[in-house]
């Protein structure tokens, strides 16, 4: 399964960004095999739309969780056709931070609309 | 003739002038008076009366579910974010398209057509004999406002003179409004920071090539630093509005004061004559 954390640098020693259109990176995680991948973000300074293009990438990328702090209306309304599920990471950790709530069972699902 | 009203600052008086100055022109000829700040149309409460709507649609996407594959290429496309292509499905975001049509051309299916939606409306009045109001109104939350303004203009072609009341700022919404214009009025305050949009906006009308001149409101005598710009970049000082509470209170009830106050007819026939010999 691969899970998507945002964050504002690339690698999974990166802290968790809070935004999810507008999060710099994306890094993504196979949770079976642990490779990650960050992507940065090209979204960050547009004008606008940024949520249902980042659920696109995500869609792109094969992920199915998302764990981020907060996404909007659109972007929830991308989530939930795409079938990814999102949880909240509100700390102030890193990526594997936010991963291993994940897989602890920790994060509390976001509601999505 | 067109004249559109405009202003870089917000406040500054653009309403209170353009609808002084229809209603002046009004009493010698016919005149149309389209406002085209469609996200906050106020001129109605000058000129109340009867109006009836037109609505305003623009395209957007429409997915055919039967053709499409999936293959992403319209929601990569589409730089607001209107199309989203997952994996089995395609969600439109209506509210986010800018309607370039740019998804029906990239898509290799022909799966995506256009269907209209209905973004604001336009409020078309008669409140004097020889003046036609023309509203644009754009609805709440939308983007378009390009759309239902050109929508505002288009049903006020025809009439020999116009005047447009534009939006605040220099963004698309006040381009759109310049297009076309023979002559631009820009409305301006005594402060600091009504010169500094002025400055905007004069460079804007400048780069679009209309001959603009500059209406100073709320004067409170200081005016050296604008008569000073307005000279510098030859923009003739067409007229001086004072800050006075008797012009406020006209103002406050909907009033005119062209018509409501003495002398003030006569002033703003002076910049009728200015403006449209």
């Known amino acids: 399964m691969i899970v998507c954390i945002t964050a504002r640098a690339a690698g999974t020693d990166a802290p968790v960004e809070e935004r999810f259109g507008r999060a710099p990176y994306f890094v993504f995680v196979d949770t079976e095999t642990g490779a990650s991948e960050s992507v940065q973000n090209p979204l960050v300074d547009a004008a606008g739309g940024v949520g249902p293009r980042a659920v696109q990438m995500l869609s792109e990328h094969g992920a199915t969780v998302l764990v981020t702090g907060q996404v909007g209306g659109n972007a929830g309304k991308a989530l939930e056709a795409g079938g990814i599920k999102a949880y909240a990471y509100r700390g102030s950790g890193s990526v594997a931070d936010a991963l291993a709530g994940y897989t602890a069972g920790t994060l509390t699902p976001l509601s999505l609309s | 003739m067109k004249i559109a009203i405009a202003s870089g600052k917000g406040g500054t008086g653009k309403s209170t002038v353009a609808a002084n100055l229809a209603y002046v022109l ?222 406020a209170a006209v103002q406050n009830r909907g009033g005119l004061i062209c018509r409501d106050l003495p002398g003030w007819e006569e002033r703003f026939a002076g910049l009728v004559r200015k403006v449209s010999p």
């Open chain 2, 26 to 247: 009004s009493r010698s000829r016919d005149v149309v008076l389209v406002d085209c700040d469609v996200e906050e149309p106020n001129l109605h409460l000058f000129f109340p009366a009867a109006a009836v709507d037109v609505p305003v649609t623009t395209p957007v996407p429409a997915i055919d579910p039967a053709r499409c594959t999936f293959c992403g290429e319209c929601g990569k496309f589409c730089r607001f974010g209107a199309l989203s292509v997952l994996k089995d499905s395609v969600l439109v975001f209506p509210e986010l398209c800018h309607s370039c049509g740019g998804c029906v051309l990239v898509c290799p299916q022909g799966a995506v057509r256009e269907v209209p939606r209905t973004v604001g409306r336009v409020a078309c009045s008669r409140p004097l004999p020889r003046l036609t109001l023309v509203s644009g109104v754009l609805n709440e939350g939308e983007v378009q406002a390009p759309a239902v303004i050109r929508a505002a203009k288009m049903l006020g072609e025809g009439h020999p003179l116009a005047v447009y009341d534009a939006a605040p700022g220099i963004a698309c919404p006040v381009i759109e409004t310049l297009e076309g214009s023979d002559a631009c009025v820009l409305v301006t305050e005594s402060t600091p920071f009504g010169l500094h949009d002025l400055s905007l906006a004069a460079e804007v009308v400048e780069k679009l090539g209309i001959p603009a001149g500059v209406v100073i409101n709320r004067s409170d005598g200081e005016d050296a630093p604008t008569v000073a710009f307005c000279r510098e970049h030859d923009l003739p000082v067409l007229m001086t509005i004072p800050f006075s509470r008797e012009i």
